[in-house]
Each structure stands twice: as C-alpha cells, then as structure tokens.
C-alpha cells in the first residue's frame, strides 16, 4: 500500500474511535478537574509555559509535563492574552505531538521509492544537490518557502542563510497567501508594515465592526474577550460584516451580509456619508493626513493587473490628491448607488457610517482573511484606514483599525524577521541603507545581497514549473494542499530534474511530493519564539524530547548551511543557539523606534510586546502619549511617512476577476472551521478534533437546494474551470450561505479544493484570493 493511501485509511478510521482516548491523554475542562488528584501524587509533575501552537491570538498556555511527556493544557492565568483561557484547540495542542505517524526518520527518493536513511545522510544530500543546482542553474534556481509558523529563529536562520549565504532573494513564506495584502496596506497607508494598537483596544472600545471574519471559529479567544466587554457594558455593539452566515454573525448585535468583493465599494459609501454629513475629525485631517490617488476608475472585469498572464508587472503609483478630490471621487459612492451592487441596504450603509461618525463611539473595526485574500486586498485594506483617519479613530484605546494575523509567528517571524523575497531581518532588499545595515550584522559584503526582490510566493511555484527555479527546501507548510489552482504546481513539482525538499511532523500530500524529507521537531520539542497579532514576542523553552531523529527546523537549515561551507555565518554551538539567534536578530530591530524585549525578559514573562523600548512594552504606536517614536507632544505622529502623516487612498470598487455567469452560476468561498488548522495535518490527527468535523463538505443555501432537488447529505459535484469534485452537502450547518453562493473548508487532504480554486493576485500584495470563483453545481 503506498504512503499516501495507508495515510488517508489512518486518517478516516481515526475519526471513528472513541475519543475516551483522547480525554484521558490529556485533561482539558472536567477531565482536567478529575485528574488534578493524581497529578498532586505525582512528583515529576510541572506547569511550564509556552505560547499555543495554533493561531495568531498567541494565548499563553501552561502545559503539563510529566515524565518526560506533554499530559496536560491549560489557560495561563498571567497571560495579558488569554487571562486563563483557551479555546478547544489550545486544550487539545499537545496530543498534535503524539499522532501515530509522526516522521522520526528521514527519507530519501530512491529509484522513485521513499527509503528511511540516517538525518545526517539526508543533511548532506540536501547539501549536495543545492550546491550543485546553483553551480549549474545559478543562485536564483534554489529556494527556500516557509511559514508563519516558523518559530522567529527558524525565520532568522532561513533568511541569513539565502541572502547573506546563497546571495538570493528565493525566500518566501505561506504569510504571502495570508497577510501578504495586511502588509501592503501598512506601508501604503503608514509608510511601515507595523499594526498600532493591542488587544486591550477591546476593553475600550464600544463598537466592534467585523469586515468579514469569522472570529468565533477563528479567533475564539479574542471573539470570548469581545462578548465579555458586551456582557459588562450592555450598550456596546457588535456589527458582523459577513458574505455567509457564521456563528460570528449569528452572536452580533447586527449582522450585514453583503456580496463578495463588494466590500471595497461600502467602504466608500461609509466614506461618502461621513464627509456629507460632516462627520470627519476636520482638525485631525489637517494636522495628520496627506491624500493620494493611484488608478480611481477601473471598467468591467480588468484583468490586467491581476497576475493572471505570468511575468505581468503591475505598478500602482501614488499621485498626490486633496480633500475636495476625495468628495469629487466619492460621488460615484451615494449609498443608494452603492446598495444597487453590494446587497447591502442604503440604510444600513447610513447606519454604518452613523456608527464610525458618532461622537460618542470607540470604533474597533477587525478583519483577516475576507480582506486579505483578495485581488485588491491592499486597496480594501486602506479603505477601511481611510474611515478611521476621517473620522480621527486611530492609535488610541479603543479606536483602532485592528488587521488580525492568522498564524502563531505571522507577524514575528514572516513580516518582522522578513522571510519574504523583498524584505530583510529591518527592512527591504531594495533601499541601499537596509542592505548595509543587515550586512554589516551578518559580517557580509553588502553587495552580496541582491538589491532585486525576485519571486512572490505563487511566482515561486509557477518558476517550478518554468524550471527558472530547481531546487525548494519547503517548511512547515504544507503548499501540495494549501497553494491556489493546485494541479498546475503540484504537476510543477513533478516535472524533470526538480528537486524537493519537506521538512514536516507527519506525512502528508507535500512529503508524496518529495525527492527528500525531514522530520522536525515540533513547538515544545525544541526552543523558540512566537510574535503574535499584537506585536507580542513570547517564547517558549524546549520541554520535551523530539522523536527519532527528528531535528528543529532551525538546526536542519544550520546543518546544511555550514555543510555549503557558511560555517562562519552560524558559529553559534548547538547548546544556546536559539539564546545567541534571538540576540543577534535584537540587533537589527535596536533603536529608539523598534527595539525587541530582551531574551531574559522573554524567558521571564508571558511575552513583552515591541517596540520595547525603556524596559517597556509600546501599546499604542503613532500617538506620542505611548509611542517613544513619535516627537513629543506632537499627539499623533506617522513617522513611517517621510511627511510625518498618514495616507488617505482614492481607491475604486473593481468587480472580481471571476464572477458567475450562466456556466458556473455560484460563487465559491473557501476557509476554515473551529476544530481544524489548515490542511488538518496535526488536527486530523487528534482524535476528539477529527472525529467532530471529519470530512469536507460543500455547505449550500436551503432555497438553492430546494429549487436544485437536493437533500442535506447528497452527494453532488462542483465543477469550476480549473477543476471539479464531488462532496456531501451540509444544509444549515454551522456556517449557512446565502442564495446563489457555497462554501468549502479546505482541512480535508481527501477533498483538495485546491484543484479548483483561482490562483489570481493582489497586484501589489501578490496575495491570491481564496474567497471567491465560480463554480457549477451538478447533480450526480
Ligand atoms: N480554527 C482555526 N482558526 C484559525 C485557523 C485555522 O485554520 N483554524 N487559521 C488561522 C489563519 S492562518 C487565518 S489566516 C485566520 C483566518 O480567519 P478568517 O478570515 O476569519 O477565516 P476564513 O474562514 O478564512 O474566512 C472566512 C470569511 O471570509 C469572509 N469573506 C468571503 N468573501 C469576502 C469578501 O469578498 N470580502 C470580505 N471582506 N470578506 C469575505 C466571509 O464572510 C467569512 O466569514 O484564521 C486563523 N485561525
Ligand atoms: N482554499 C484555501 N486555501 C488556503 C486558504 C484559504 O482560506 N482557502 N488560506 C491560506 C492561508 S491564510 C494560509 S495561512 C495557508 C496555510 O497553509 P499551510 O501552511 O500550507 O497549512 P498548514 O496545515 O498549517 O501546514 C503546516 C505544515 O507544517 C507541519 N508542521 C507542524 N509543525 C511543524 C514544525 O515544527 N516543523 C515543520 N517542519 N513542520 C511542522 C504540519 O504538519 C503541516 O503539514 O493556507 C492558505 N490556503
Ligand atoms: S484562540 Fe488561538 S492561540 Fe488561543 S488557544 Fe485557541 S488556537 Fe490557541
Ligand atoms: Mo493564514
């Protein structure tokens, strides 16, 4: 039986045992109650603290550790974040250890066959073969694709290693289909990628607008913290903005359901109701905002731009503009224009901007993914910065337009460590003072690094298959599930004389794709921080011993490094080299504005959030009162912007690239489901997780499937231009689609709905859009 088979047979007969496993391997909630007794007789027993391995809340977790084995979770109480709680995924994190097929060993491809051989084997094919694609292809046909789930040092380590080692920009990370646009948005708006308020905006603010995320599923912890400060204070509200009917939306005080893509002209019918009723911060504008345009008209379906042709180069140049251009701009925006194609009411568009205008409202308004993966995801995202800056909401508690981040280390170890082609540990490739610094720390010729980003994330996949690129060293993540348009890269992959290279915890449709692969050490197995959504640093210590050979994805890429002869690059000894790896990252982040916690800090406490500066943690950056940036006094103080103030875009409502006709008359959004993380790779594989929601399945209207003859549980298929698939349809389940759209999860390794979604792009975040295409229906 090949891997691949043997794996999905684990898979489904795991959600089928009983979970009295899973309850007594670990102890949340009652459980937890009734073995703390014996717990007490156990003298080996310890509380030890680590962030949660699973999303970008960063929840302070204290897991048990007895005899050398995680056996119990739970909330620590001194975490700022969680105050004691976690959610079902944070309780059930530590079994993600023990699944039954956890790689221990590496292995190579051999005579098309996957064979088990010693690491260190492994560490010098890994070695060999990148030494040799670069002699024959050159610099640019290895790379390296990681994750916002690398821990801050994995991401250091990669990044020293191919710019100031190889000498190439090959080095990208899955936070490109997450919060790529999220980055694009900071630095257009506020000339740097860096978030300005913190968690505790939701203890001050009195308004919650969601911009289509589903945070009870998603961000469960920050979602408990939301209806908390309703609970204390009756009069607060929360407004769910959603495309389908979530278990967010169904706890809102009002729920708006709108038209996918049609986010970015509400945004505008807000913006168009606040300056006719006068309800802009006047003095706040004058002092704090400069405006700007780039393209204001767009006709039709555009495709131009989108990245759908390879190679296409998009630039979006800024122009200068003004306040009486803004309201000339914003004719085209009257909420009963705008209520014609968003689905949304011209009252509740009047209400909304009623919302954000009021003199006596705190405004937080979150997003993730709805925004983020989106063909103009960096537009949306500074449109709804324009309603906080007209209105003057920003940077102070409880007014804050708060971009969540999806993955443990997104923010620490993707967008500050910057493993992205463009960026650096401080910095971007391309400005020659960035280059300098970050080479004189690495002790290298600043020359040698590459001033020219070269590939985004779905460009690196697509020079596979171009055979620019050879050689790819993939990370914690899991692509072979995850990447867009799936069949056209994992075909890429497959193609002669490319070499692949997976560094996983469990097999998985990625490994299937390997020439080699190594088993890591996962979260606690090994040291490491994370950077949360807040800009918190916490770290966490090793407490228990990987399996096997398997080896932190840290170590694996100091091997092969020293083994291509950068010895002198990573002299740090094995024993405290996540201690030595953190202290040198520190220097590039020193300084008055940005500064990281110390390590000992780090070490002593539940996180420190940066800039840490004075032994302090910033809170509200861009505002003087917290901000040890900003010129004293100055109130606010956009220093990311060489004028000191931040930007104001004229940005259009432009349809999607693929919307439904009479072929494929649906639209398909896909996402994610409390229990399960991403591809299911560990949450599959933890028994009480998998058996809640074991299989995919396409969640359907009731009028849809009544006018279609179809029953809940049929089977039918979905059909797009890129693919097609069949799945079981769930009719008011726990997520409810409106008319004329279905929804798909995308956890399941047995239904890749992958193959059928659009690989098109942000043009300026290069972040592709998962949330819509269309697709047909069909009976079988
Ligand atoms: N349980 C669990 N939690 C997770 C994760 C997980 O895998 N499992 N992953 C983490 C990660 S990495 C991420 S990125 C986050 C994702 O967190 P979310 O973004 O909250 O979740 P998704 O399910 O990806 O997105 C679903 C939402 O997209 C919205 N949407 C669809 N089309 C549009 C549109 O055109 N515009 C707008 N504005 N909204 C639209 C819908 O309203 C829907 O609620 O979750 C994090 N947390
Ligand atoms: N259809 C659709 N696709 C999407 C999205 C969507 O909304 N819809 N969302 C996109 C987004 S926002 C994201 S963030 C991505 C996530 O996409 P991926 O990152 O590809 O998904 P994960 O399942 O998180 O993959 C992490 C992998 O790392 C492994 N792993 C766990 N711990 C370790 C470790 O310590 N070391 C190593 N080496 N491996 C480890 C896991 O077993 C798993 O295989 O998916 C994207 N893809
Ligand atoms: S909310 Fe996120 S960080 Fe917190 S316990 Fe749940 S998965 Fe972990
Ligand atoms: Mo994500």
Known sequence: MDNNVSRRRLLKGMAYTSAVAAANAMLPGTAFAQRAELMDQDDQFQWKKTPCRFCGVGCGLLVGISHGKAVAVKGDPASPVNKGLCCVKGYHSVQALYGSDRLKKAMVRKNGKLEE?????????????????????????????????????????????????????????NARLCMASAVTGFLTSFGADEPMGCYDDIDHANVFI????????????????????RLKDPSVKIISMETRTTRTGEAADKQILFLPQADLAIANAIAHELLKEDKVDKSFLDKHVSFKSGKTKIEGHATIGYGLEDGYKFT?????????????????????????????????????????????????????????????GTWINNLVYNLHLLTGKISTPGNSPFSLTGQPSACGTVREVGTLTHKLPHGVVMNKQHREHAAKIWGVDP????????????????????????????????PMVTMPKLKRYREASQKEGRFIVVSDIYPTPTTDIADVIL????????????????????????????????????????????????????????????????????????????????????????????????????????????????????????????????????????????????????????GRVLEHWHSGSMTRRIPTLHKSVPEAYVEMSRDDAKRMNILDGEEVRLVTRRGKMNFKVKIDGRGRPVDGQVFVPFFDENYLINELTLDSYCPISKQPDYKKCSVRIEKI
């Open 447 to 478: 020359d040698h690094i590459p001033s020219k980003p070269t590939y985004h994330t779905v460009d690196m996949f697509r020079a596979l298959d171009s055979g620019d690129i050879r050689f790819m060293w993939i990370q914690v993540t899991n």
């Open 519 to 670: 088993p890591s050490a996962m979260w606690i197995e090994r040291e490491g921080m994370y950077g949360n959504s807040e800009r918190r640093t916490q770290h966490f210590d090793q407490l228990v011993e990987p399996p096997g050979e398997a080896m932190s994805d840290t170590l694996q890429l100091m091997e092969v490094a020293r083994r291509m002869g950068y010895n002198n690059l990573f002299p740090w000894d094995d024993e405290n080299h996540i201690e030595e790896i953190y202290k040198e990252y520190c220097l590039h982040q020193a300084g008055s504005k940005h500064g990281m916690a110390p390590y000992e800090v780090l070490k002593s406490q539940a996180g420190a959030m940066w800039p840490y500066v004075n032994g302090k943690s910033t809170q509200w950056r861009f505002n003087s009162d917290y901000d040890p940036a900003c010129k004293p006094g100055s109130g606010f103080d956009f220093y990311g912007n060489k004028d000191h103030k931040a930007n104001i875009w004229l940005r259009p409502f432009q349809p999607a690239p693929e919307v439904p006709d009479n072929e494929y008359p649906f639209w398909l959004c896909t």
């Open 117 to 173: 051989v010693p690491i260190k084997e492994a560490l010098d094919l890994v070695a060999l073969k990148m030494q040799q694609t670069i002699k024959q292809h050159g610099k640019d046909s290895v790379s390296l694709y990681g994750s916002g789930q690398w821990t801050i040092p994995d991401g250091y380590v990669a990044s020293k290693f191919m710019k100031a080692g190889i000498g190439t920009n090959n080095l990208e990370a």
């Open 316 to 376: 979006d140049e800024a122009k200068p503009s003004d306040l009486e251009a803004y309201r000339d701009f914003l004719d085209d925006y009257t909420p009963e224009a705008v209520a014609k194609y968003t689905g949304v009411s011209a009252d509740d568009l009047r209400y909304l901007a009623h919302l954000y205008g009021s003199k006596k409202t705190k405004v937080m308004s979150l997003w993730c993914m709805g925004m983020n993966q989106h063909t103009r």
């Open 210 to 229: 969601l911009w289509g995320n589903n945070m009870a599923e998603m961000h469960p912890i920050l979602f408990s913290r939301m209806l908390d400060r």
